[in-house]
């Protein structure tokens, strides 16, 4: 599969840091975020097939945004905005080492005999995913191995600690 990857999108900037004549700085607004690959914060679009990051996860919205149009134009529909789970890299939730969300076409169903979405390989997130939470309904089942294979553990809808065998070893991830 392939993995699409924004290489340097950088949106225009919506205001500027403007000192007033007598020197003082009337207000420093936030820098609108540089979308890029390598920043800690990311999104993965499974429609598009497109990631994106960003530095401060406060700005990880950004990264939905730049992940939902192709530079062909190939644009997906709203509905695949919805974020099915958020991976960190970090046990418990923690967010200082970064995360990625997986957006999918839509919400999961309450069945969990048939994969509503599946995210495989992981490009840069392999091996690096610690803990999880599901959304949208979602509950999350991590591989060793691309493709589905290899070991896992059963569908959850958070953990807190992957374990032994899965953290930073997790390769393909299902949604159900
Ligand atoms: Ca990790």
Redesign the pocket.
Known sequence: MRLALVSAVVFAATSLSLASPSGAVSSVPRDVPVISPDGDYCAYNGVTEIQACVDDPADIEYAYAATEEEPSGRSVSAAASVVLGRFF??VNYATG?GFIDYLGAGACTASLTTRDAGWSPLGTWAN???SFQGYNSCSIRLWTGVGYTGTSLSYRTTSANVGTTL??NSESVEFS
């Open positions: 890299d970090d080492l690096r995913i610690s953290n930073n």
